[in-house]
């Protein structure tokens, strides 16, 4: 996943926890320096395999942050941290994992920022926000601050890849009705999308919910893009870009795998929270 991070040319990547599942940060630091390099701009929340080692992870991670200029995190690295970086602001929370207060920390960090670009990370889910077998293990108040703070909703955990369609509620999974499209998106006005990308290298497991295994998908018709065993997924990565086409209120995401195959594509509207 790391080569095709590089492969991709991104400017920046967002790690949404259980680096390497060998409580080892010394050899994952070292993997990142080998493919990444020492100085490329990585930020990452807490995931419940990090749990064990998380001092000497959120160490290395805070180094990485002091060699990347023009990068700032403000608060508990990784657990309630408010971080800007290129005109991106995201909040890496340890939701579920570690700490508490997030939903109010999301609250206040989103209310206190201009950007046009927002992003909530951490690593567990909802089980009505995922398609496998977790459990409930994040508050639903977490996933709201950050819709009606405009902020998209980025997760992992479960070993697979999904995404939503714009949802003016998520705890009830309503659609935009303005925005409901599979691949046009918006954040912000009360609406955002929630992803779950965690096919970064260990295990694939299958869609246990919302069958049928194609579109249109069971539940609600929340899901824009399910990518599972089910559907004979390997490893991947989702990539966002933003201010496409010299518009700062532009993006386009597409989720790619390792054998370079584009398995979702995306457009993203920004609108004032």
């Given at each position: 996943?790391?080569?095709?991070?590089?492969?991709?040319?991104?400017?920046?990547?967002?790690?949404?926890?259980?680096?390497?599942?060998?409580?080892d940060?010394?050899?994952?630091?070292?993997?990142?320096?080998?493919?990444?390099?020492?100085?490329?701009?990585?930020f990452?929340?807490?995931?419940?395999?990090?749990?064990?080692?998380?001092?000497?992870?959120?160490?290395?991670?805070?180094?990485?942050?002091?060699?990347?200029?023009?990068?700032?995190?403000?608060?508990?690295?990784?657990?309630?941290?408010?971080?800007?970086?290129?005109?991106?602001f995201?909040?890496?929370?340890?939701?579920g994992?570690?700490?508490?207060?997030?939903?109010?920390?999301?609250?206040?960090?989103?209310?206190?920022s201009?950007?046009?670009?927002?992003?909530?990370?951490?690593?567990?889910?909802r089980?009505?926000?995922?398609?496998?077998?977790?459990?409930?293990?994040?508050?639903?108040?977490?996933?709201?601050?950050?819709?009606?703070?405009?902020?998209?909703?980025?997760?992992?955990h479960?070993h697979?890849?999904?995404?939503?369609?714009?949802?003016?509620?998520?705890?009830?999974?309503?659609?935009?009705?303005?925005?409901?499209?599979?691949?046009?998106?918006?954040?912000?006005?009360?609406?955002?999308?929630?992803?779950?990308?965690?096919?970064?290298?260990?295990?694939?497991?299958g869609?246990?919910?919302?069958?049928?295994?194609?579109?249109?998908?069971?539940?609600?018709?929340?899901?824009?893009?399910?990518?599972?065993?089910?559907?004979?997924?390997?490893?991947?990565?989702?990539?966002?870009?933003?201010?496409v086409?010299?518009?700062?209120?532009a993006?386009?995401?597409?989720?790619?795998?390792?054998?370079?195959?584009?398995?979702?594509?995306?457009?993203?509207?920004?609108e004032?929270?």
């Open positions: 996943m790391l080569q095709l991070v590089k492969e991709e040319g991104a400017d920046l990547l967002l790690l949404l926890g259980d680096f390497d599942y060998g409580d940060p010394a050899a994952w630091n070292a993997m990142l320096d080998e493919v990444l390099g020492p100085d490329f701009p990585v990452a929340v807490a995931g419940n395999h990090d749990v064990a080692r998380w001092d000497a992870y959120q160490h290395l991670l805070e180094e990485r942050l002091r060699r990347t200029a023009g990068a700032r995190c403000d608060g508990e690295y990784g657990v309630n941290a408010a971080c800007e970086y290129r005109g991106l995201f909040v890496l929370s340890g939701a994992t570690l700490g508490s207060g997030h939903a109010h920390f999301i609250e206040e960090s989103l209310a206190g201009d950007a046009i670009w927002r992003v909530c990370a951490w690593h567990k889910n089980s009505a926000m995922q398609v496998g077998g977790k459990p409930d293990e994040v508050s639903w108040d977490v996933y709201e601050s950050c819709r009606r703070g405009g902020a998209i909703v980025a997760t992992a479960e697979s890849y999904e995404r939503t369609r714009t949802l003016a509620d998520l705890r009830d999974r309503r659609i935009d009705p303005a925005w409901p499209e599979v691949g046009r998106l918006r954040v912000g006005g009360g609406s955002t999308f929630v992803f779950v990308s965690g096919l970064g290298g260990r295990s694939i497991r869609q246990g919910r919302c069958h049928p295994s194609r579109p249109p998908y069971g539940c609600g018709f929340e899901w824009a893009s399910i990518y599972t065993a089910t559907q004979g997924a390997t490893f991947g990565a989702l990539f966002i870009e933003f201010g086409g010299g518009d700062p209120r993006a386009r995401g597409y989720f790619r795998n390792v054998r370079g195959e584009t398995i979702d594509s995306f457009t993203v509207r920004a004032p929270p």
